[in-house]
């Protein structure tokens, strides 16, 4: 997420911090404390921001290198007539109130002028300590310390737009944090159109009109893009008049951004030609508590039940997991923007997993292929691509014709390897409980 935030923003990784990705703190390269701001307020997964003063692996080496820091950098946050107050945060070990309040007296070479307000504070100073990710071998003396002038910091995304306060839900409602991380993975921007074509609820479109851009999508399902039927709460029966996408949108005053929602069949091609998306944020069914669907009977012939004069109900068959990752990345293919992204969960059985079942289309660059943890033998990976080829007609299906479409047809099988394994925790639960 913060590597994509970066690349809209102009920033980038520091060269040292190439090799320490795996620490609780990172190094970044911002150009402007207007873009650092810009950045605390569309991440989810970073917690807060820091002007960086200095930094070491010891003590020694933080003290020389605040002394290196440019004087008039520091001053004017330093000033008589401001106030400040200094923070200790360590990580993987916990320090005692003296030793806090020895490390921050150790900063007495720096030239505060201001007074100490430790209630609301002009100015805050952070002194970070990193005792690595290992809590069962905590050193003595941190690896890395680090002190600088906080700058910005943001959790409230996550819980406003919560999905337990949310009008319109379903039973496969997409958490508010993963969304946002889904469309920061998108590099989702102001006048973006955005597409999903696995709409149920537009819990996805939330995350991306908030951040300015134009949302739409499909759905096989005509009772939820309508709103109608069976309610998903819990001691409610039916869904409410206001109880649709559009009205989810309302809520957080994101209507203006929300373009259409159809009734369709991703499978099928229902779009004019040519260039139409900057970005497709989407979940497909896993066929775990949503069917995976596409019209048609598994014979191809359509037919078709007359229930009103106005509705019709296609006879459905069943849509194997390949085949929708298949449409999905060369829908996307074709009909991105140059540069814009694709970013899709694709559920995997862990005893199997290998790099090889990620599906590949020659136009679209994997970027990303992150891991969620499900239960002890599924999870499901957040893969995040990009166009970086113009689709030609060939380009269609030459998945099918190079071999690639081979490895993950196995996630056909998904729906009954995630049960068996349900089956089996049930079956060692029982047994466990009789002992």
Same mark, same amino acid.
């Given at each position: 997420?913060?590597?994509?935030?970066?690349?809209?923003c102009?920033?980038?990784?520091?060269?040292?911090?190439?090799?320490?990705?795996?620490?609780?703190?990172?190094?970044?390269?911002?150009p402007?404390?207007?873009?650092?701001?810009?950045?605390?307020k569309?991440?989810?997964?970073?917690?807060?921001?820091?002007?960086?003063?200095?930094?070491?692996r010891?003590?020694?080496?933080?003290?020389?290198?605040?002394?290196?820091?440019?004087?008039?950098?520091m001053?004017?946050?330093?000033?008589s007539?401001?106030?400040?107050?200094?923070?200790i945060?360590?990580?993987n070990?916990?320090l005692?109130?003296?030793?806090?309040?020895?490390?921050?007296?150790?900063l007495?070479?720096l030239?505060?002028?201001?007074?100490?307000?430790?209630?609301?504070?002009?100015?805050?100073?952070?002194?970070?300590?990193d005792?690595?990710?290992?809590?069962?071998?905590?050193?003595?003396?941190?690896?890395?310390?680090?002190?600088?002038?906080?700058?910005?910091?943001?959790?409230?995304?996550?819980? &406003?737009?919560?999905?337990?306060?949310r009008?319109?839900?379903?039973?496969?409602?997409?958490?508010?944090?993963?969304?946002?991380?889904?469309?920061n993975?998108?590099?989702?921007?102001?006048?973006?159109?955005v597409y999903?074509?696995?709409?149920?609820?537009?819990?996805?479109?939330?995350?991306?009109?908030?951040?300015?851009?134009?949302?739409?999508?499909?759905?096989?399902d005509?009772?939820?893009?309508?709103?109608?039927?069976?309610?998903?709460?819990?001691n409610?029966?039916?869904?409410?008049?206001?109880?649709?996408i559009?009205?989810?949108?309302?809520?957080?005053?994101?209507?203006k951004?929300?373009?259409?929602?159809?009734?369709?069949?991703?499978?099928?091609p229902?779009?004019?030609?040519?260039?139409?998306?900057?970005?497709?944020?989407?979940?497909?069914?896993?066929?775990?508590?949503?069917?995976?669907?596409?019209?048609?009977?598994?014979?191809?012939?359509?037919?078709?039940?007359e229930? &009103?004069?106005e509705?019709?109900?296609?006879?459905?068959?069943?849509?194997?997991?390949?085949d929708?990752?298949?449409?999905?990345?060369?829908?996307?293919?074709?009909?991105?923007?140059?540069?814009?992204?694709?970013?899709?969960?694709?559920?995997?059985y862990?005893?199997e997993?290998t790099?090889?079942?990620?599906?590949?289309?020659?136009?679209?660059k994997?970027?990303?292929?992150?891991?969620?943890?499900?239960?002890?033998?599924?999870?499901?990976?957040?893969?995040?691509?990009?166009?970086?080829?113009e689709?030609?007609?060939?380009?269609?299906?030459?998945?099918?014709?190079d071999?690639?479409?081979?490895?993950?047809r196995?996630?056909? &099988?998904?729906?009954?390897?995630?049960f068996?394994?349900?089956?089996?925790?049930?079956?060692?639960?029982?047994?466990? &409980?009789?002992?």
């Amino acid at each position: 997420e913060i590597t994509s935030l970066l690349s809209l923003c102009g920033g980038q990784f520091s060269g040292e911090q190439e090799n320490h990705v795996n620490s609780p703190f990172w190094i970044l390269n911002i150009p402007s404390e207007d873009m650092a701001r810009g950045l605390m307020k569309r991440t989810v997964c970073a917690k807060s921001i820091f002007e960086l003063w200095g930094h070491g692996r010891s003590a020694g080496e933080l003290y020389a290198s605040l002394k290196n820091y440019p004087v008039d950098k520091m001053l004017p946050y330093l000033q008589s007539d401001s106030t400040y107050k200094v923070h200790i945060h360590t990580f993987n070990k916990t320090l005692t109130q003296a030793e806090k309040i020895k490390k921050i007296d150790a900063l007495e070479f720096l030239p505060f002028k201001g007074k100490v307000n430790l209630k609301n504070p002009e100015h805050i100073f952070w002194i970070l300590e990193d005792y690595g990710m290992n809590p069962n071998n905590v050193p003595e003396e941190p690896f890395h310390l680090y002190f600088g002038r906080w700058v910005h910091g943001q959790r409230e995304l996550i819980e &406003s737009y919560s999905v337990k306060k949310r009008h319109f839900i379903g039973n496969t409602s997409m958490d508010a944090c993963l969304s946002f991380i889904m469309a920061n993975h998108g590099r989702v921007k102001p006048n973006d159109v955005v597409y999903d074509p696995f709409v149920g609820t537009g819990g996805l479109l939330i995350s991306s009109a908030h951040f300015g851009a134009y949302v739409c999508g499909t759905d096989i399902d005509y009772n939820t893009i309508h709103g109608l039927g069976k309610a998903s709460r819990k001691n409610q029966k039916w869904r409410g008049p206001d109880e649709n996408i559009r009205a989810n949108l309302r809520q957080y005053g994101l209507e203006k951004y929300y373009l259409d929602a159809l009734v369709a069949d991703s499978s099928r091609p229902i779009w004019r030609k040519g260039i139409l998306f900057d970005a497709i944020i989407t979940d497909p069914p896993y066929g775990i508590r949503e069917a995976t669907r596409r019209t048609g009977s598994p014979k191809e012939t359509v037919k078709s039940v007359e229930r &009103s004069a106005e509705n019709h109900i296609f006879v459905s068959s069943n849509y194997h997991l390949s085949d929708i990752f298949f449409d999905l990345l060369k829908f996307a293919a074709e009909y991105l923007v140059m540069g814009g992204r694709l970013v899709y969960w694709l559920p995997v059985y862990k005893p199997e997993y290998t790099e090889e079942i990620i599906p590949r289309h020659p136009c679209l660059k994997l970027i990303s292929n992150c891991e969620q943890m499900l239960s002890s033998h599924t999870s499901r990976r957040l893969i995040t691509m990009e166009k970086v080829k113009e689709f030609k007609d060939q380009d269609g299906n030459s998945n099918l014709l190079d071999g690639q479409y081979m490895p993950y047809r196995g996630h056909n &099988s998904f729906r009954e390897k995630y049960f068996s394994g349900v089956t089996k925790r049930i079956a060692k639960e029982e047994k466990d &409980s009789q002992k």
